[in-house]
């Protein structure tokens, strides 16, 4: 048996050294309305070892389904363009979030990722940098799923290219959940690699004036806001991406992407 799995181990690296190396995290940074809320939200484009030839993704969980205005000179993954896209199951209050991602190909110009909206939400915003990327077209199979539970689950989606990495992303919404969480994010239990879980707002420590908790259960402003999670993952072999999740306390409306970013072909 040790022998048997010392050569799957020796064929994977062989794989992966015939089909180079996959696509590699480089930086992330993040961006939250507060506790007030906005109608927009900047990023700042997180820095990389090479200036240009990397990949930028720009994410947005916002609540409702605004018409939402993606970075300029970005573009929509196909399905997360904002409005009547990729949207969390209604509930009372009509569509409870919205997921929207753009991405670019970076040339060293880009400073800030803006998003914009209509009307004062409070959002969470992020941009993820990947590096050893199929610059001419790096964006795979995409998904997306929506659900009202604890257990929010990302889709399965067959990807591409061997040596792909699978970007998961969970957005939430959190005016039923908000009275259980007791730390300072609301998505947790996350899935391997994790790269962010945030809420619309940073914690008072850090924001006496635009932040609020922990614990966000104390927070009156949690109802209004949501829960935004990223990880990802490595797929040495096309093919299904694979199940992963997160813990949603309490339960509420939530929207789940798995999103292929490739590496470069030969």
């Not at 062989?14 to 180079?20: D, E, I, N, R």
């Not at 007030?36 to 997180?46: H, R």
């Not at 908790?213 to 104390?218: F, H, M, N």
Request: hydrophobic content about 40%; charged content about 15%.
């Amino acid at each position: 048996m040790t022998g048997r799995l010392a050569s799957v181990g020796v064929l994977t690296s062989a794989l992966l050294a015939a089909c180079g190396p996959s696509p590699s995290f480089e930086s992330v940074a993040i961006g939250q309305t507060g506790v007030s809320g906005a109608a927009e939200v900047s990023v700042p484009v997180p820095p990389g070892e090479n200036e240009s030839g990397d990949l930028l993704v720009a994410i947005l969980g916002v609540p409702g389904n605004p018409n939402t205005s993606g970075p300029d000179g970005w573009t929509a993954v196909p399905g997360f363009g904002g409005f009547n896209g990729a949207t969390c199951q209604a509930d009372g209050q009509g569509t409870a979030c919205q997921l929207a991602v753009f991405y670019r190909i970076a040339d060293g110009s880009e400073s800030t990722a803006s998003f914009s909206w209509s009307g004062r939400r409070q959002a969470a915003a992020a941009v993820v940098r990947f590096s050893n990327v199929d610059v001419n077209a790096p964006i795979g199979a995409a998904g997306h799923t929506r659900g009202s539970s604890d257990t929010p689950n990302a889709p399965v989606v067959e990807t591409t290219r061997d040596g792909s990495r699978a970007l998961r992303i969970a957005v939430g919404e959190l005016d039923d959940a908000g009275r259980f969480l007791q730390g300072a994010v609301a998505l947790t239990d996350e899935p391997p690699r994790v790269r962010l879980s945030i809420v619309s707002f940073p914690p008072a420590a850090d924001d006496p004036t635009n932040g609020c908790g922990p614990p966000l259960s104390a927070c009156v402003q949690i109802e209004r806001a949501v829960g935004l999670a990223v990880s990802d993952t490595r797929h040495a072999s096309a093919g299904a991406s694979g199940p992963v999740s997160w813990e949603l306390g309490g339960g509420d409306q939530w929207l789940t992407a798995t999103i292929e970013i490739k590496r470069p072909p030969g």
